[in-house]
């Protein structure tokens, strides 16, 4: 579906039905510009463009209206005038609408539109205030869709091969891929980066998937809300978890082949809740998802949302998961999900800003647009409010519990692989006995503190010292075996075993 076309045809309704004022919602405002230039041109009606360097322009023509530049001015030029047509002011940001007077001359050039063919249309950085807010309708310009960025890729290639060689060696399912990653970068920044891509070497194939990921990483650090995480852990890295990765090795094909799966009747899935005893691949399991359908990574951390000022947290994450959106498809790794989210947490103490998000956050949880695969992490499911495991949150709830003997072998295994060390030269079974008990991030810093004291004795590492340092290990299950007993009992028949 071509997202400009459906724009369009909203656009000219609301034109058509003599709407004044129109608020086109946007961070594109050259395609805004090249929209209503389609439109104006569509409907028969001349194209006014107002800057704040050159005024008030008629694009047929060329030079500015007489004293335009401030937009007081402008305003008032359009109120007292009689032609009809589509007025764009661009970058219109709050300092802009600052007070009555600008405010009260906008309104009265939007009314004098309604006795006329066109509209003002504003574009920019801005929060309408509420005098305008009856009278102006909103429109949301969405990302490109795949549609635009093709034709963009085509015109891209067909020009940079006008003045050079230039080699394209994509299949359709590798164009496809591309076309995806591309969501939520601008058609300018897309045609930059491919154009970067392709002058590199004179060819564009499915390596330069890689600088479109590159390119949205930045994105995503020009904002500080989200984290970009590079994957390097496949699920081949983690021991058991067999019925999560059966689960998720079936939706495979649905992330990496969206359109056959909608045409079967399924849609992109929304996420998973992990739940269980900290250590035991959680979190790890999200970086290996990302791996496993080569999407993106991006990472939220709950605590950068909150602000001090009263509705700017709710800002910060309404803005975060506009990100989310936009680079769609992706998965959205939120670690430790209790620790932002728990019960009480929102309180007097602050004004119950937390609760706000939180509601805002299960709304969107429910709603939400774009392809977001959501890997949620808790370790304290009592602390978290009870609408996180409502159905149509997530697909679905899985407990991660302790390993098994034969996982935890296995886990000591990759994890002397890892080290350069031969998994074959200790016994491992014998290991794996003396280690009941112990989570997976516990097997690894046995391994790792073996290694210490074995550099520390100049020695290689041997059984014994390996044997010797989890003699010296209290394992989680120990020092907190009441909750994570807890934590099992309550599991049980509410969730599904990850292992």
């Known amino acids: 579906m071509n997202a400009s076309r459906d724009v369009l045809r909203d656009l000219e309704l609301l034109l058509r039905s003599r709407h004044g004022l129109i608020h086109l919602d946007t ?27 050159r005024g008030l322009v008629r694009d047929d023509l060329g030079d500015p209206a007489y004293d335009t530049k401030e937009p007081i001015k402008a305003f008032q030029h359009i109120a007292a005038g009689r032609i009809a047509g589509l007025y764009h002011f661009m970058g219109v940001g709050e300092d802009i609408l600052k007070g009555s007077l600008p405010t009260s001359h906008l309104r009265d050039a939007a009314r004098a539109m309604e006795e006329r063919d066109g509209a003002l249309v504003l574009t920019g950085d801005l929060i309408l205030p509420n005098t305008l807010e009856g009278m102006t309708a909103t429109v949301t310009l969405p990302s490109p869709g795949a549609a635009e960025y093709e034709d963009m890729l085509a015109h891209l290639v067909r020009d940079m091969r006008s003045r050079s060689h230039v080699e394209v060696s994509l299949s359709r399912d590798e164009t496809d891929l591309l076309l995806r990653h591309l969501s939520g970068l601008t058609l300018m920044e897309a045609g930059k980066v491919l154009t970067k891509a392709i002058v590199e070497d004179g060819r564009l194939d499915s390596e330069d998937i890689r600088h479109v990921i590159e390119a949205k990483r930045q994105i995503v650090e020009r904002d500080g809300l989200l984290e970009y995480y590079p994957v390097e852990e496949s699920m081949a890295d983690i021991a058991d978890l067999k019925t999560l990765k059966g689960w998720l090795a079936k939706r495979k094909d649905v992330v990496q082949s969206p359109e056959r799966a909608k045409d079967f009747g399924l849609s992109f899935p929304k996420g998973v809740l992990l739940l269980g005893v900290p250590g035991c691949g959680k979190s790890l399991s999200a ?35 506009r990100t989310a959106e936009q680079m769609a498809p992706v998965v959205l790794w939120i670690d430790e999900l209790e620790k932002a989210f728990a019960t009480g947490g929102g309180g007097g103490e602050d004004g119950g800003v937390a609760r706000r998000v939180l509601g805002t956050f299960l709304s969107w949880l429910q709603d939400r647009r774009g392809d977001v695969f959501v890997v949620a992490t808790a370790n304290d499911i009592q602390s978290l409010p009870p609408e996180f495991l409502r159905k149509g949150r997530f697909d679905e709830v899985f407990f991660v519990d302790l390993p098994d003997r034969a ?39 046995v391994v790792v503190s073996g290694l210490y004291s074995a550099f520390s004795g100049e020695r290689s590492l041997d ?15 120990v020092t907190r075996a009441e909750h994570v007993e807890a934590l099992r009992h309550w599991a049980d028949g509410r969730t599904v075993r990850a292992n």
Not at 306 to 312: A, S
Not at 465 to 471: C, F, N
């Open 27 to 53: 961070s594109e405002e050259d395609r805004a510009h090249g929209l209503l230039a389609h439109l104006a041109d569509a409907m028969r009606l001349p194209l006014f463009t107002w800057t704040r360097s």
């Open 287 to 321: 970086k290996a998802v990302a791996r496993e359908w080569q999407l993106p990574l991006l990472k939220l951390d709950p605590s950068n949302l909150y602000n001090k000022y009263i509705g700017e947290s709710e800002k910060n994450f309404n803005r975060a998961m």
């Open 463 to 477: 059984q014994e010292t390996l044997a010797t340092e989890i003699r010296h290990t209290r394992p989680l299950s």
């Open 407 to 445: 996982t935890r072998e296995e886990i000591l295994r990759v994890h002397l692989a890892k080290r350069e060390q031969k998994p074959d030269a200790f016994d491992l079974s014998e290991l794996a006995g003396l280690t009941q008990g112990f989570s997976g991030s516990e097997l690894e810093e």
